[in-house]
């Protein structure tokens, strides 16, 4: 058969897929949507049935028997729940507005860029091999229909003439064409779902005529072909379950994966979740996708028992399909069968090239420029146009990553093999996604860590060793584990040994997997839109039925919402969903204005169907502000996260404040302690200094009474002395005693009055020259002369000096007593010299005599007439007015204290 | 005014008769030499010789030549106070006899304890009743 005539058949087969496309896309933009209904839904699922389905089944059958079975019944299985787990996530994308798998598990898990980077990368990488075998399919198929009865075909010289690469550049052209026509705010492809469903009309109904052709063609009818199999020891062993070397283990983690793939595939997810019209189509679709699974298998084994029993090795029994017809010269059927498996390859690359291209435009690459703010404010560039450049880009570097991998690696293995490689990276979204729509407890540090340890085995187990093997990295790490422990070979995981690669990987990537997911979130807090977004995903039915409202309140300027509308969606679509709002709320839309919460809601939902829900929340949020919460739910939500938060920043300051509250609280106590102690030393001090006149006054005066005649008139005089001196004392004390008292209580008060110390100083000493005279004591007194004002208390400064010429009048010489008051102005400061002639003080007791109840005694008078108050009250008022005190004493040659006060400048 | 001719004392395995025809010696010690005026006349008015000093050390020097049969203390002196002179007249074989009584302001129970330990027979406070001090001083002199 001529390679021109695959060739066109092929390009007049893509030419009406593009008719009908674009037939059902110009109904749609009349609002005539053709897809909306259950059976070209049901069929558009059934995109489920790749290359893989058309070609691989059949050479699975011919080695596994009957476990090509398992990637079918999974998804049978699953179809009656469907109605429950389906549904919810139909409802909860329609109303978040999601636009595939990574936007779902990102606006779970409270619209995380990071999950839906990490769910982007699991996709596209997970996915390529799975790529990669259609590409692989449709050019053997060519190969095949061109070289059948020749050999093999030749290697061919150049990339240029290579059948592959062409497939890939073609598949990637039509995948451009139909993805990325236009930019739809909902990801919606009616055109696109259409021709996939025609597509899988065209899958069934070629499959069934190839069937039909060997089972009753060939051989007559079932009957014959499987009793002639049954005598033949290589095909009955194919009838069995127990010969096809399958466990009853890998058999249930094959059912497991393929359970998860029908929901978690990329293009799966698109198809029946983001394509789908209405939730109302689910029932039906629950029989008929089973139906059109069970439909496409009928024929698998006969023709897998026909091919081989007719062919030798020399022909790959993935190739049946289209070898048998021709080995019977039915080469039209064998056309029609290529076609059918052209039309499984190109729909499963077109979907899921499209569904892998959004996310990574929406998850990657988007964040990315608004990150990077290459999305400018005044930005004039169509972020339409930019967004499905962006979208091209990415599928045309997916397709030649898969062309590279079916070159490199997939030519070593199977088809359906190299297919569950990428089943198994699919699953490993499962917990993340299947937690996020029934455990609220889960978190989004849960679902990036159960992710990466997936994605890491996943990567581990599966592609890295099958790299290995096909001589891209060393293998060493495959024969002996990785860095040499046994316990890390990729096929044989902690020790583990036993069991095919797929169940192997597939094992422990999702129990560790799930592990991790759910110990991660049960130790870790939930942030507290990730709170709102699980209360969302989990109860969505309570916010579906009518009561949706906007949890979060935000303000932005209406004018910057508009030209973001703009910028993301054109011109023409921003202006009509405008109008569309203002219509359906009755208000005019004025640039200045504030928007209300619901037009912010309303960009931001529509946004998300153009560049996903994290995308639109970080455009938004470069706009809005987010303002505190009001909603009764949200409440709730902030009892237990931004609550505690709080209360524990409070108790963390509280606690701060305690600390600091405590040590000021030890410090007064030790100084209230030593002030307690000096205040009972004081008290101790001054009642032994009362009881002591007490004493000498009680004794005397008892005497004078008790003996009043037998005393002569000379004594009673000198004791009446001694108990009018002794009660002299005794006030003397009381009013010193006061003075400290009432000194301590106002020892911050400043002085206030100006004051002339010379006029001071020569009134007092005026005043006791009556004192000096009797004792015979000459004083000499400062000269007359200009005012030296302090700053002081009058009184206080009078005491001053009463006590320095009092304490020389009582320590001058007995005999010849002179005292020499001296005044003088020095630096700012005056200075007040009081000298006496007497015996001088001690050098040790210098420093005490300034501190209370010290006094000095000599040895044949006692002690002096005295309170030990006296010094200590004239330092502390000298004190206070900023003054010092100080004594110079020579023994014998008398003492001088002189007081320093700052003078008072107007 | 009463003279005390003869006392007794019984030690441990001797009698020691003490005979004086001579008035009984007091010293006096006391750093308020109003205080030491009013004893001075009521220990004179018993028919006692009075010595008198103003701190503890004079009153050490004194009691050497002395040998008193009465040491009247106070406690708080300048320089050595009242409890350190009562332990050191008790470490002076010749002062064996002399009685000693303190007289100090100093009131609380723990000063009567120190007083006591010091080796003092009495303890008065401050102000006190010239009745009670006067007979106290007779008494010790009578019956030791």
Redesign the interface.
């Known amino acids: 058969m001529g390679l021109s005539l695959v060739i066109g058949c092929s390009l007049a087969y893509i030419t009406l897929l593009f008719l009908i496309a674009w037939w059902v896309d110009k109904r749609a933009e009349r609002g005539v949507s053709v897809v909306n209904n259950p059976y070209i839904y049901a069929l558009s699922l059934a995109v489920y049935c790749t290359a893989w389905t058309f070609f691989g089944s059949v050479g699975r059958a011919t080695t596994g028997g009957l476990s090509f079975l398992g990637v079918y019944l999974g998804p049978t299985l699953l179809a009656p729940l469907w109605y429950v787990l389906l549904r919810k996530m139909i409802l909860i994308s329609k109303h978040q507005r999601i636009t595939s798998i990574a936007d779902f598990i990102s606006a779970r898990y409270g619209k995380s860029t990071l999950l839906g980077v990490l769910v982007t990368v699991i996709a596209v990488l997970g996915i390529v091999p799975y790529i990669s075998i259609q590409l692989k399919a449709v050019t053997f198929g060519i190969n095949t229909l061109t070289h059948y009865g020749s050999g093999p075909a030749p290697l061919p010289a150049s990339i240029l003439l290579d059948a592959g690469f062409w497939v890939t550049v073609a598949m990637a052209v039509f995948t451009a064409i139909f993805g990325t026509r236009k930019l739809d705010p909902n990801e919606r492809h009616e055109g696109l779902v259409a021709a996939v469903a025609f597509e899988s009309i065209i899958k069934l109904v070629t499959f069934t005529a190839v069937g039909l052709f060997v089972t009753f063609g060939i051989y007559n009818g079932f009957n014959d072909l499987f009793t002639q199999a049954a005598f033949r020891e290589d095909t009955a062993r194919m009838l069995t379950f127990e010969s096809s070397g399958v466990t009853t283990f890998s058999w249930n983690v094959l059912m497991m994966l393929s359970l998860f793939a029908i929901i978690l595939l990329p293009r799966q997810f698109h198809i029946s979740v983001v394509e789908n019209t209405s939730p109302r189509h689910i029932p039906k679709a629950m029989w008929v996708f089973p139906l059109y699974l069970l439909l496409i298998n009928i024929f698998v084994l006969p023709i897998a028992l026909a091919g081989k029993m007719m062919f030798d090795a020399g022909v790959h029994p993935d190739t049946y399909v289209l070898s048998l017809p021709l080995a019977k010269g039915a080469a039209w059927l064998a056309l029609a069968a290529f076609i059918g498996g052209f039309s499984a390859a190109t729909s499963m690359v077109v979907v899921e090239a499209t569904a892998l291209s959004i996310m990574f435009s929406n998850h990657i690459v988007v964040p990315l420029l608004i990150k990077t703010r290459s999305i400018g404010d005044n930005d004039l560039v169509n972020g339409a146009a930019r967004l499905l450049d962006i979208r091209r880009i990415s599928i045309l570097l997916m397709l030649f990553l898969a062309y590279w991998y079916q070159k490199s690696v997939g030519n070593t293995y199977d088809l359906v093999s190299v297919g569950l490689i990428s089943f198994t990276a699919a699953a490993q979204l499962a917990p993340a996604m299947i937690g996020g729509l029934y455990w609220k407890r889960a978190t989004h540090q849960g679902a990036v860590t159960g992710l990466i340890v997936g994605f890491f085995i996943w990567a581990f187990c599966l592609p890295l060793p099958s790299m290995a093997q096909a001589g891209i990295i060393s293998n060493t790490f495959v024969s002996e584990g990785l860095f040499g422990i046994a316990f890390l070979k990729p096929y044989a995981l902690f020790g583990m040994t036993g069991l095919d690669p797929i169940t192997h990987a597939a094992f422990w990537s999702l129990f560790l997997n799930a592990w991790a997911y759910a110990i991660v979130s049960v130790n870790t807090q939930p942030s507290m839109l990730s709170l709102t977004q699980a209360d969302l995903f989990v109860n969505i039915h309570k916010y579906i039925s009518g009561q949706e409202y906007d949890i979060l309140k935000r303000e932005a300027k209406i004018g910057d919402l508009k030209a973001i509308l703009h910028r993301f969606l054109g011109e023409a679509r921003a202006l009509t969903l405008l109008n569309e709002y203002q219509t359906a709320n009755n208000v005019l839309l004025d640039n200045q204005k504030i928007a209300q919460a619901d037009l912010i809601s309303f960009v931001e939902t529509n946004l998300a169907g153009a560049i996903g829900a994290a995308s639109a929340r970080l455009v938004i949020d470069s706009v809005a502000k987010e303002e505190q919460i009001t909603l009764d739910e949200v409440m709730r939500i902030l009892e237990q996260t931004r609550e505690a938060v709080q209360h524990s920043r409070i108790m963390e300051t509280k606690n701060e404040q305690l600390k600091v509250l405590t040590l000021q609280l030890t410090t007064a106590n030790v100084q209230l302690k030593q002030l307690d102690r000096l205040k009972a030393d004081f008290i101790t001090t001054v009642t032994h200094e009362l009881r002591t006149p007490v004493t000498s006054i009680k004794a005397l005066s008892r005497i004078i009474l008790d003996d009043y005649d037998q005393l002569d008139a000379g004594r009673r005089k000198a004791y009446l002395e001694i108990i009018v001196n002794e009660s002299d004392r005794i006030s003397r004390l009381i009013n010193q005693v006061l003075d400290i008292e009432k000194m301590r209580s106002e020892q911050q008060a400043q002085p206030v009055d100006s004051v002339d110390l010379r006029e001071i100083v020569l009134t007092t000493a005026a005043g006791m020259q009556q004192l000096f005279a009797e004792r015979h004591v000459t004083c000499s007194l400062p000269p007359p002369g200009e005012s030296l004002q302090v700053q002081g208390d009058r009184d206080k400064l009078i005491q001053v000096v009463v006590n320095l010429l009092s304490n020389a009048l009582k320590f001058c010489d007995q005999d010849s007593g002179n005292i020499k008051i001296d005044l003088q102005c020095k630096d700012q400061y005056v200075l007040l010299g009081v000298r006496d002639n007497g015996l001088g003080i001690p050098i040790h007791a210098r420093d005490m005599i300034f501190e209370q109840f010290t006094q000095l005694h000599s040895h044949d008078q006692g002690k002096p007439q005295g309170t030990g108050l006296g010094l200590f009250i004239t330092r502390k008022i000298v004190e206070q007015h900023g003054g010092t005190i100080r004594v110079e004493s020579e023994p014998g040659e008398g003492s001088l204290f002189e007081v320093k006060l700052p003078l008072f400048k107007q | 005014m009463p003279y005390f001719y003869t006392e007794f004392k019984i030690k441990t395995n001797q009698i020691t008769v003490h005979i004086s025809d001579s008035a009984a010696k007091i010293l006096v010690v ?10 001075e ?2 220990l004179q ?1 018993e028919g006692y010789e009075v010595f008198k000093a ?2 503890g050390q ?1 009153a050490l020097d004194m009691l050497v030549s002395l040998v008193p049969d009465v040491v009247v203390l106070d406690v ?1 002196m ?1 320089g050595m106070d009242g409890f350190e002179v009562a332990r050191r007249i008790r470490q002076m074989p010749a002062l064996e006899l002399a009685k000693i009584i303190f007289l100090t ?2 009131g609380t129970q723990r000063d009567k304890e120190s007083g006591y330990a010091s080796g003092a027979e009495y303890y008065m406070i ?5 009745e009670v001090f006067v007979s106290t001083v007779n008494e010790i002199m009578a019956y030791g």
């Open positions: 006391d750093d308020e030499p109003n205080i030491i005026v009013a004893l006349y009521l008015r103003y701190n004079d708080m300048p302001a100093k401050k102000p006190f009743e010239n």
